[in-house]
């Protein structure tokens, strides 16, 4: 299978994952068995490519670790997602029509939400513009309760070098999402901070980094066992 079939494969999955994540945790919601679902959010303004790829990838094996585990893959590539006008109680952006309301909110208002998986490329090492924006407006979960507390998190951070600021981009997410209170969740061995990533091959190929790859899959299996653990 060529590198770029296996791309689309994973996206492909996680799309999946997204149709059916969803609608499945909140038929569930009722159940003992309840469906536990992780959210992965990349935050790069390139739909489908690097970044996409490898939250897929940390999805995949998120879904892995049981048969309760249910995904959802949010892409805000192509997506406009205004930054906060300083209204908290309206989510930071009470004048602007976006994207946010119908494509990024229903996922976190789930009853079935057990993890969140945030993924950023790194530009002069810090996150994407994007990214800031997406987390400014999540500030409608603060009010008038803090709905995602005790929730797991965990980042993913994306590079065109090795050495690129991912790590400073995860810390960035991290820091952000701990106004929410939730629990911060780190990788697995080699990258116990969450995923770095490295699309330095020149052909956006981002499978090509298996040091990478295997961090993504790691943050993903952690997040979902923390989801686990926490829904009982």
């Known amino acids: 299978m060529s590198k770029e079939m296996t791309r689309r494969a994973l996206l492909a999955s996680a799309g999946m994952g997204a149709a059916l994540g969803l609608a499945g945790a909140r038929e569930a919601s009722g159940a003992d068995n309840a469906s536990v679902l992780i959210v ?30 249910v995904t959802e893959l949010i ?20 004048a602007a029509a976006d994207d946010f309301n119908e494509h990024v909110l229903p996922a976190f208002e789930s009853p079935n939400l057990g993890g969140i998986m945030i993924g950023s490329p790194s530009y002069y090492r810090s996150l994407s513009a994007l990214c800031k924006a997406f987390l400014e407006r999540l500030a409608i979960l603060r009010e008038p309760v803090l709905r995602l507390a005790d929730i797991p998190v965990g980042a993913m951070g994306v590079g065109s070098y090795r050495n690129g600021g991912q ?27 969450g995923a770095t990533l490295w699309n330095g091959f020149g052909d956006d190929d981002i499978t090509r980094d298996e040091l990478g790859m295997e961090s993504a899959r790691n943050l993903g299996m952690r997040v979902a066992e923390a989801a686990l653990k926490l829904k009982g």
């Open 75 to 94: 892409d805000l590539g192509g997506l406009v997602i205004h930054g906060s006008d300083g209204s908290s109680s309206t989510g930071g952006s009470a």
């Open 167 to 193: 790590e400073l981009v995860i810390d960035q997410i991290l820091t952000a999402m701990l106004c929410h209170e939730v629990l911060v969740v780190g990788g697995k061995p080699r990258a116990h901070q």
């Open 40 to 69: 992965g959010v990349s935050c790069s303004p390139r739909k489908g490519k690097s970044t996409a790829t490898a939250m897929a990838a940390a999805l995949e094996a998120a879904q892995g670790v049981s048969p309760r585990i």
